[in-house]
Every structure is written in structure tokens, then in C-alpha cells.
């Protein structure tokens, strides 16, 4: 579409705006030295007062201070502008005893010919720009500046946490980031800039003393004229130039104040004005009373007040009616939208999403999760998911709690990505009592076995809860049997938890620090999908993978050597000995069962690698012979985490031949003790000797 020419006409100017600012600049400093015949002075003038009305109608209409972001600069050209002005009145009003039409106009028709009530007037208007909205600009300019910059870093790190997140463009990161410091700088400069308009003031109320005292000398002392025409006419000249001179700074000053104190603001001050201070028909609807309450006030007029408070209830009643009307519109939109809504295809892909954990609830545990009604289930699954992270070394996904009413009134239900993985019920009202292994008697309640552990255990009431604990039961509520049960479910199904997604943010968040670790491994080393096989399987087995540098230097040394995941695992494992060493330890004591030689030898015989990972092939008569002995030992030990203590190269093999049969046992090779522990051998899985 082509430019019209005055759209071109504008280009062209303002292509050479940095010259005519400085030829600006320089005229003024000329006007401080030459003088200046009145008429152009009038020109002069009545462009000040131009300058300052169209200064404070730009800052009324600007959304943010950042759109005038030259407004320090320009305070400055404007006070030098003045004083430039304020030097040309001077040496006219003492040389000539005249300075222009508009100077005189303003010293005889606006104070009527009364240098009195027109240096009154003066007075009045620089102690209001003086002490008003000069210092109190001022104030607010300092303390601006203040806060910007000591809410500059946090700024910042909002801003770096939000890009390290994916929610904003690197590009995105540093206009916000130019903002933040332009924001500083502007402040800044303000803070500095209303020094000037302070210093206008006062140069304002000095030359007009010197404009009064040297006009009554020259003209008494210089043209002989009586003391009273010496007064009148320099005087009213000094107060005229005092009115031209002090009303654009007025309007400037009052700009400042405006400028500075815009904040939380999204539109124009005409449009905050007209939605906060109108925007409410019950307060408007009060003054409107009160406005007709002094107008019946004996001894007030009553006609001002009334046509006030007629104003106020029209408004009130207008507005009052223009709510109505829009919350009937949004009413009659959302039943279209509904109805539309109908006649639209249904979207199934909302269905198609899995939520990584969901605990399904009856309608009678609701209580446990509202917290109207006192619940703190929330609560609990925000530590859970704090605890996990301390803990296991990764962020559980959120868990989503919905009410199920095809379960049982107080059934629950855990599902992981959509499976159900646990359950179990909870009887309102009751506590759970369980014998800890010291109980001295029995206590009346309804038998039921713990969820988490299958610890047997019963249901009490209230009134017999202070008797089971000192009967040596352990009792706990409600919400802490269902959070105890959720975190075992989520510890025990972790390493289905762990998608690429959460390895990846895990990487990003390691990146920040130790960038040379994930820049090596990932992704010319080993693939992501790889790195999460890794983790998985440390997961399986409940080793915790908060160690997060020591388990990728670890992959970066060996995975050049091989790409075995169940290799590079058993590496880890190895490098993070001391941990697992710690992790089994009781009374600092590492308590073991043994395998014989035979068995390895067997295990080791029937190893394969495929592409699928480690395999053991055994004969299912040896294969059942190693289970049962392995059972005989757990059972004359008694130990509650049996641990079998096996060669390295069978370790793998070893745990996924048991971990299905015998869930429990703690399977570890002698490389993952750590030197400095302690082992003593409880138990050995012999050989049979009928084989």
C-alpha cells in the first residue's frame, strides 16, 4: 500500500530529528545571551506553554513510564528552555520596561491590573509545584529508583528460571532482560532529573525578587519615575513573566508526579480513572445519599448539593444497569456456547491422555482430601512427593485424586499410567492399632491387615485409642495409612515413573552446574533412552539416583568400552558402592548370606547376553533347588532385608532370576562394598548334594 505524502513527509523530518535537537539546544543557550525582540519572545512563550499542556497529555495517556522513557532528558531541556526564557523577560522587563503582549496580558487582565493579588497568586503557585508535587515527585522518584534496583536480581533469576524452563525464547529472555535494565535506568534518571524542576522553583521565586528590586532601581534611580508607577508598572511586568513562566513548569512538574507514579497499571490514566473510581454503583449510590443529606443540612446551600448527588445516583443507576445487562449476555453466551458445544464433534483426545499416578477414592474418604471439611491429604501427597525427590533423587509426576463411585464407600484405589497397582479400605471414624512387637494386651477392634506392609493389624475407635497405645500398639490415622501406602507404591514402581521426559528435565536442571558432565555423555556418547535404561534399572532395585554426577562421569568412562545397558549398570552400581554400602548397614554392621562356588559356577554357566540384555538358562530342577535354598537361609536367618552377597559377574543374572520369586532379597556383588564397611556372613545357600 503506498505512503501518502505526508507520511513520507514525516520520514524525511524525522530522519534529521538528532539535528534539529541539537540546533534546539544551542538557540536556547543563544537566547541566554542575546536579546530577543518582544514579538518573537511571545511566540516564545506561547510555545512553553504548548510544550508543558502537551507533555502532561502525553504522560496522561501512556500505559507504562518505559513509552516516555526521554522524559529525564526532556525535564532537562525544558528547565533550561524556561530559564533561557525566564533570562530574555528579565532583560527586557529592566532594559525597556516592557517584555510582550502575553506577559502584560497575564499581569493586567488575569490579576486585574493588581500586582498584589497577582504576586499573591505567584506565591501560591510556586509553594504548590515547590513543596506539593515537586517534593513529593521527588520523593517518590527516590524510592522508585530504590526498589527497581534491589528488585533487579530477582527480576533476573524469574527470568533465567523461566527460560530454563521452556516457557519463554532465548530471544524472548533478553527483551525482558533489556526491559528490566531500561525500567533501572529510567528510574534512576528520574530519581536525578526532579532535582530539576526543585531547582526551577527556587531560580523561579530569586529572579522574581530580582526582577522587582532592580525594576524599582532603574526606574526610580535611572528614568526618575515615582516610586508608586516604579512599583506598578515593574512589578506587574514581574509578576506577568512570574505567570507565564511558572504555569508550564506547573504542568511539567505535575507531568513528573504523574510519570513517576504510574505502576500496576495495564491502560491510560483516563482509563483507570474511569474504571477504578466509577466502576463501583453501590458506592456511587451511597455519596449520592450523603451529597443529599448535606443538602438538607440547615444553613448549606442546597441546589450544589443536589444536582450533585442527582449526578452520583444517575451514574450509580446507569451503571447498575450496564451490570446487569452484561452478566445476562454472559449468561445467555454461555448457554449458546453450550448448546454449540453439543452440535460440535466430540473431542476424544483429552481421553486418550494417561495420568502417570491417580489415587481413586470412595465417596465416604472424600473428607480425608477436602479441605472444607478438614482434610490435609494434599498436604501429605505435596511431602510425599518432596520426601520421593530427598529420597529416590527424582520428581514424582503429579498426582491426580479423583472420586470413583463404582468403588466401594471407603475403598481406595493407586493406579500407575492407568494400571491399578494397589488398594485397600479405611474405616472412617477409626484408627489403625499395630502390634509392633511389644503389645502387653489386646485391645477390642475389628481385624484387618495394613496395606503397605500386610502387617496385621486392627481397627479402633476413638474411645479405646489412649488404651492401645499404652498397651504397646503403634496407631496412626487415616490420612497417614493411605500416605504411607501411596509413597511404598510410588518407591516401588519408580522406575516405571522415570520417562525420557523427567531424565531430560533432570539433565537440564544438572546442566545449569555441571555442563561439561551432561555436554560429554549426552548425546555423542550415549542416548537419552539409554541414560534412562540406566536409571531405571538402579530404580528397580531401590537404589537412589540423587548421585546424578557420579552416575553419568561414571557412563561417560565406560560406555566408550561397551553399550551393554545391564553392563554400564553393574559400572554405576560399583561407583556408587559407599552409597549402597550405607543404605544396608545395622549397627554398622553389613549382614550377608553367601552363595557357594557351586552355584555361581552354575549361574555363570547359564548366562547369555542377547540384545535384550542378560539372560540365565538353568535346568527348572537346579533353577527350583537355588530357590528353596536360598528361602532355607532367609528363614534361618530371620533377617528382615535378607541380602545375598555374590560375585560381580553373576550379580545381574542373579536378581533377575529372584525377583520375581523371592521379591525381597537385596542381591549385591563384592565390588559394591564399600572397603571401609564391615561384613559378616549370617548364612551360605549350599549346594545340594543329591545333584
Known sequence: MPMSKATLRMQQLSRYSDIYIVIAIVMIVVMMVLPLPPALLDVLLAANITLGLLILLLTMNVNEALEISIFPSLLLITTLFRLALNISTTRLILLRGEAGQIINAFGNFV??????????????????????????????????????????????????????????????????????????????????????????????????????????????????????????????????????????????????????????????????????????????????????????????????????????????????????????????????????????????????QVDQVELEIGYSLIPLVDQDQGGDMLERITMIRRQCALELGMV???IRIRDNLQLQPDQYVVKIKGIEVGSGELLMSHYLAMDSGGVTEQVEGIPTTEPAFGLDALWITDAVREQAEVAGYTVVDLPSVLATHLTELIRSHAHELLGRQEVKTLMDSLRE????????????VLSLGEVQKVLQNLLKEGIPIRNMVTILETLADTAPLTRDIDYLTEYVREALARQISKMYLENGVLSVITLEQQWEDAVAAGMDHTERGTTVSMDPRLLQNLFSAIGQSIQQTAAPHPILLVSPTIRMALKRLTERSIPALIVLSYNEISPDIQVQSIGTVTWPHES
Request: glycine fraction near 10%; hydrophobic fraction near 50%.
Open 513 to 524: 552446574e555441571y555442563s561439561a558432565v551432561v555436554e560429554e555423555l549426552v548425546p555423542d
Open 111 to 352: 490579576v486585574g491590573g493588581n500586582y498584589v493579588v497577582g504576586f499573591v497568586i505567584f506565591l501560591i503557585l510556586v509553594v504548590i509545584q515547590f513543596i506539593v508535587i515537586t517534593k513529593g515527585a521527588e520523593r517518590v522518584a527516590e524510592v522508585a529508583a530504590r526498589f527497581t534496583l534491589d528488585a533487579m536480581p530477582g527480576k533476573q533469576m524469574s527470568i533465567d528460571a523461566d527460560l530454563n524452563a521452556g516457557l519463554i525464547t532465548e530471544a524472548e529472555a533478553r527483551t525482558k532482560r533489556r526491559s528490566i535494565e531500561r525500567e533501572a535506568d529510567f528510574y534512576g534518571s528520574m530519581d536525578g532529573a526532579t532535582k530539576f524542576v526543585k531547582g526551577d522553583a527556587i531560580a523561579g521565586i530569586i529572579i522574581t525578587l530580582i526582577n522587582v528590586v532592580g525594576g524599582l532601581l532603574i526606574g526610580m534611580g535611572q528614568l526618575g519615575l515615582p516610586i508608586d508607577q516604579a512599583v506598578q508598572r515593574y512589578t506587574l511586568l514581574t509578576v506577568g513573566d512570574g505567570l507565564v513562566s511558572q504555569i508550564p513548569a506547573l504542568l511539567i512538574s505535575t507531568s513528573t508526579g504523574i510519570i513517576i507514579t504510574r505502576a500496576a497499571s495495564e491502560g491510560n490514566m483516563g482509563q483507570d480513572l474511569g474504571k477504578q473510581l466509577f466502576s463501583n454503583p453501590k458506592v456511587l449510590a451511597i455519596a449520592s445519599g450523603v451529597l443529599l443529606a448535606f443538602g438538607l443540612v440547615p444553613g448549606l446551600p442546597f441546589v450544589p448539593f443536589a444536582v450533585l448527588s442527582g449526578m452520583m445516583g444517575f451514574l450509580a443507576y446507569v451503571l447498575f444497569q450496564a451490570a446487569r445487562q452484561s452478566l445476562d449476555e454472559q449468561a445467555k453466551d454461555e448457554v449458546q456456547e453450550e448448546i454449540e458445544d453439543t452440535k460440535r464433534p466430540e473431542s476424544v483426545m483429552n481421553l486418550l
Open 396 to 398: 514424582v509426576p503429579i
